[in-house]
C-alpha cells in the first residue's frame, strides 16, 4: 500500500499500489457459523481435500443450538494446533460475525478468503485463486468466481449468473458481483480490508464490504468464469443464489421498494468512515453518489447516475436502477 495526496484537499489516503504477487502463501479462511450442523462436515471435508494445502480456518459459531459445535471440534482435533481456531461470535447476525472475524485479524494478514457453513468447494477452489491472483500485474487484489448452484441434495447443477460488465468501484456501489463464498484476497487486499473493516460499524453484507473497499482502495478484481464450489440452495440460506428469473425479479422489486435506499445508506456510511482507504477518484463517487441521493429533481437525480457512470450487470437491473434514481429510492 502507498500514499496519494489528494491534490483538492492535501490529505493522504491509502491505495493500492502495482506490483506482482509471487509463492504459496498460508490463506487464512473466515467461515461463519450458525446451526449449520446439516451441511457442516461436507464443507470442512472440502476444505481439507483443497489442492493448495497451505490453509489455516477460524469458525466463529453465532450461537448455534446444534451440533455445530461438535462438528468443529472434532475437525479441529484432527489437525496441530493453532490450524484451525473455533471462536464464539457477537451473534448479530452473519454481517457482523464476519466483519469480527476481520477486524480481529492482524494488520498484516496474509492471504486471506470467505467459507460459508453449508457448500462444498471443489478441491481447485484456492489453487485457482491463487494462481490467477499470482498471474495478475496488480499487487492489490481480489479473487472471485461463479458458482455450481445445486439443489439441497448437491443435484442439479446449474451455473452462476455470469458477469458480462467488468467488476469496478462504479458497479461495486450499486450491485455486489463478489460472492462473500467464493472470495480470495491476497496480502495486500487483506490488509487494506482490516484496516478499513475496523473503521466502520456496519454493513449490509460482509462480501459486497469487500467488494467496495477493495475496488475503491485501487485494487483489482479478478474475476473467472470457471466455477469453484457447490453452492447448496436450501431454506436456511442467508442470502441465496440471485440467478432465476423469479430472483432477479425479487431483487429488482426490493430496489423499487426502497429497501435499496437503506442498503446504500449503511454502505455509504462505512464508506465515508473508511474514506481514508480510498482514492481521491473513488471518494468524489461516493461523495457523488451521496449528493444524488439528496437532489429533489428526479430528471436531476438520472442526469447525476449517468455522469456518475453507476452501472448493474444487465439490462433489467439497469433499468430499474434508473428507475431508484427518478423515483428517490436510491
Not at 457459523?33 to 457442516?40: A, C, P, S
Not at 472475524?101 to 470467505?114: C, Q, Y
Not at 467488494?211 to 440452495?233: F, K, M, N, S, W
Not at 436450501?234 to 421498494?257: P, Q, T, W
Amino acid at each position: 500500500m502507498k500514499s496519494m495526496q489528494d491534490i483538492s484537499s492535501g490529505t493522504s489516503v491509502a491505495v493500492c499500489d502495482e506490483r506482482p504477487s509471487q509463492g504459496e502463501p498460508v490463506v487464512t479462511i473466515l467461515m461463519g457459523v450458525y446451526n449449520g450442523g446439516l451441511y457442516l462436515e461436507a464443507q470442512l471435508e472440502s476444505i481439507a481435500a483443497q489442492s493448495h494445502v497451505n490453509w489455516r480456518l477460524i469458525a466463529s459459531d453465532d450461537g448455534s443450538s446444534d451440533s455445530s459445535h461438535v462438528v468443529l471440534a472434532n475437525f479441529a482435533q484432527r489437525f496441530e494446533q493453532g490450524r484451525v481456531e473455533i471462536r464464539q461470535g457477537p451473534r448479530c447476525g452473519f454481517a457482523q460475525n464476519y466483519l469480527a472475524m476481520i477486524r480481529d485479524l492482524s494488520p498484516n494478514p496474509g492471504w486471506i478468503a470467505f467459507a460459508d457453513q453449508d457448500d462444498v468447494w471443489l478441491p481447485h477452489r484456492l489453487s485457482s485463486g491463487v494462481a490467477a491472483l499470482n498471474a495478475s500485474s496488480a499487487q492489490c487484489a481480489i479473487h472471485c468466481s461463479r458458482s455450481w448452484i445445486t439443489r439441497q441434495d448437491l443435484s442439479e447443477r446449474r451455473l452462476s449468473a455470469s458477469r458480462p460488465k467488468p467488476p469496478s468501484f462504479r458497479n461495486a456501489l450499486v450491485q455486489n458481483i463478489a460472492s462473500g463464498n467464493t472470495i480470495l484476497a491476497n496480502g495486500e487486499a487483506a490488509g487494506v480490508i482490516v484496516a478499513a473493516t475496523r473503521q466502520i460499524e456496519t454493513v449490509v453484507a460482509h462480501d459486497w464490504w469487500v467488494y467496495q473497499i477493495a475496488t475503491g482502495c485501487g485494487g483489482v478484481v479478478v474475476h473467472e468464469d470457471a466455477p469453484g464450489l457447490l453452492y447448496r440452495q436450501h431454506d436456511e440460506n442467508a442470502i441465496g443464489a440471485n440467478d432465476s428469473v423469479r430472483a432477479r425479479m425479487h431483487r429488482i422489486k426490493m430496489m423499487l421498494s426502497g429497501k435499496f435506499r437503506e442498503w446504500n445508506e449503511v454502505n455509504l456510511t462505512a464508506l465515508e468512515q473508511a474514506s481514508d482507504y480510498l482514492t481521491p477518484e473513488s471518494y468524489a463517487l461516493v461523495q457523488g453518489m451521496a449528493q444524488l441521493r439528496k437532489d429533489p429533481s428526479p430528471l436531476s437525480r438520472l442526469a447525476a447516475l449517468r455522469a456518475l457512470g453507476l452501472y448493474r450487470q444487465t439490462l433489467p437491473s439497469q433499468i430499474a436502477l434508473r428507475l431508484s434514481a427518478l423515483l428517490g429510492k436510491m
